[in-house]
Each structure stands twice: as C-alpha cells, then as structure tokens.
C-alpha cells in the first residue's frame, strides 16, 4: 500500500525556517517524480516545487523561488523542503504527493501544516 | 488569482448530472492534459480523472472528464450526497511560471 507521511510542521515567526519531511513507503520511491502542493486555510492548491528521480531537476512556482529548496534522500525514501525566509502568506497545509508522468499526484499524505505568525 | 478558472461553487439534487467547467489557455490546458481532483471535507485531494477522461481504479463510472481546445470539464451523473466535496483541475504549464498550475477549486453542494 502506498503511503506518503509528512511531518515537520508548526508554528513559526516570519522570517523564520522550517524543515517539512515525507516519508514514502509501499512503492520503489527512486523511480518517481515527488511533488509538494500547499493549500492556505480556506483556499484552493497551490503547486510548490517538484524534483526528479535523482534530484537532478527541481522546479518551484515564482513565490517561493530562493526561499524554497526541494530536496530527496532515495536511500531513505524520504522527500524533503526546507523553507527560509517564511512569510504569511506560507502559512498552509503542505502534502507531498507522488506525481508519475501518467497520472499526476495520484497519492497524496495527509498534510501538515505550517504557520507562519508572531 | 489560479492560473485555470472554475467556478466557485455548483449544485444539484441527488440523481441529477452536473458539470464543473474549467478554462485555462495554449501553454497549460491547451497543450496538455487535464487531471481533476476531488477533496472531502477535512481530507487529503484524491486523483479522480487523469489525461482529460481517464479514470483510476476505484472511480465510479460516474464521474467523466473531457477537454476541447483550452477548456475541460468534469461531469458527475447520478449525483449522490457522498459526492458533496471541492473538486480543481490540475494541468502541466509550459509557461516560466512553474510546471503545474491547478484552478481555484469548485464546492459542489448536493441539495
């Protein structure tokens, strides 16, 4: 069975850091692209950035570019992000979601959330 | 502001057809596929079409996808309460903006 658990939310004071971790279980996690999503309190998806099997390609929507990395540990099937500079506006549930070529985030964790407040 | 456009909510009463629209543009869905989603309330999103009209296992018949030119829609028949959720359609962007880009979601109520 697939899973995708996330963990590494919290509470966090703008300009602040965070560190999300997904840890994937029940399918061959080096063989997929992994994907973060956010979704703001009461709003829609919001895409975040996605990386390669092997790292070698990562991607991020405008907003968190610079403040954002993407990262993966296939040895230990995990997806990582690490967010700096932390505004406001971040403040959502994250999900990391596994996005193969056919069908795009065809699973999804559960989320965690992240907020960003003084 | 999402990048796809849906209408923010929809209705009908259980039995009844429903459609949710979705329009995007030539770098999104008129150059790629369409995926929709569907989220209960308090849960995760679940993949409920995939490539405009493809359906994963464990999706009722019910539910259909089609695309034309830069617009998708999702089509739901029979319409049951359990189908009371947010649905957003998802496309690959081949714009700088970032690979994907989804719309602003839809509720569905089921009167």
């Known amino acids: 069975e697939v899973q995708l658990v996330e963990s590494g939310g919290g509470l966090v004071q703008p300009g602040g850091s965070l560190r999300l971790s997904c840890a994937a279980s029940g399918f061959t996690f080096s063989s997929y692209w992994m994907s973060w999503v956010r979704q703001a309190p009461g709003k829609g998806l919001e895409w975040v950035a996605n990386?390669?099997?092997?790292?070698?390609?990562?991607y991020y929507v405008d907003s968190v570019k610079g403040r954002f990395t993407i990262s993966r540990d296939n040895a230990k099937n995990s997806l990582y992000l690490q967010m700096n500079s932390l505004r406001a506006e971040d403040t959502a549930v994250y999900y990391c979601?596994?996005?193969?070529?056919?069908?795009?985030?065809?699973?999804w964790g559960q989320g965690t959330l992240v907020t960003v407040s003084s | 502001q999402s990048v796809l456009t849906q209408p923010p909510s929809a209705s009908g009463t259980p039995g009844q057809r429903v459609t949710i629209s979705c329009s995007g543009s030539s770098s999104n869905i008129g150059s790629n596929t369409v995926n929709w989603y569907q989220q209960l309330p308090g849960t995760a999103p679940k993949l409920l079409i995939y490539?405009?009209?493809q359906r994963p296992s464990g999706v009722p018949d019910r539910f259909s996808g089609s695309k034309s030119g830069t617009s998708a829609s999702l089509a739901i028949s029979g319409l049951q309460s359990e189908d009371e959720a947010d649905y957003y359609c998802?496309?690959?962007?081949?714009?700088?903006?970032?690979?994907?880009?989804f719309g602003g979601g839809t509720k569905l109520t089921v009167l």
């Open positions: 998802a496309a690959w962007d081949d714009s700088l903006n970032g690979p994907w880009v």
């Open positions: 990386i390669k099997q092997d790292g070698s390609e990562k």
């Open positions: 979601a596994r996005e193969p070529t056919e069908r795009p985030f065809d699973y």
């Open positions: 490539s405009n009209n």
